[in-house]
């Protein structure tokens, strides 16, 4: 008899905790609307600038990699606590994302993907974050 109670004991710990484990379950976030005139931004900060790996780098391991990871792939300290899949920046379907759609992306964010503009403040110094984010293609 004690032997079955504490059967169905354990039983329902694991359901609990089965049950908790779905919910937290991290889930994909759905495509972004990119408002017309962030669409139609164009990069002032071409491939092979300096400013890439200096204040593009910078930037990206001191606002960007604690949940992105170092390498884009989605694998930073703080990812396992959210939500939502931080996503894969190597992979071509990411990097056939427009400069203007990953502008607004990484500087305007939603939800869970944090507003940077108050953080990095110069245009420039934005789109070479997104120039760093270019090099970590596959
Ligand atoms: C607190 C964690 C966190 C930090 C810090 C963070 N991000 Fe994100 N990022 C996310 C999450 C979560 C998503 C997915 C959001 C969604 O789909 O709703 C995301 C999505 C993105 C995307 C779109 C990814 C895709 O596959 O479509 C880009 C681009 C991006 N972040 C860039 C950046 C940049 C650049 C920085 C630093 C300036 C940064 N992020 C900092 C959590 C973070």
Excluded at 15 to 23: L, Q
Excluded at 41 to 55: E, R, Y
Aim: aromatic share 8%; charged share 20%.
């Amino acid at each position: 008899m004690k032997n079955s109670i504490k059967l169905i004991a354990i039983i329902c710990t694991a359901i609990v905790f089965v049950t908790a484990n779905m919910a937290m379950a991290q889930k994909a976030g759905g495509a972004w609307t990119i408002p017309a005139n962030y669409k139609s931004m164009k990069s002032t900060v071409k491939a092979g600038d300096p400013s890439i790996n200096g204040v593009g780098k910078e930037n990206f391991n001191k606002h960007c990699k604690s949940c992105h990871g170092a390498k884009g792939l989605g694998d930073g300290p703080k990812a396992a606590n959210l939500k939502t899949l931080t996503g894969d920046f190597s992979t071509t379907k990411f990097q056939a994302t427009s400069d203007g759609e990953l502008y607004y992306m990484s500087f305007i964010g939603r939800d869970e993907m944090p507003n940077f503009e108050k953080k990095i403040i110069d245009v420039a110094d934005r789109w070479a974050v997104i120039g760093y984010i270019r090099t970590l293609k596959k």
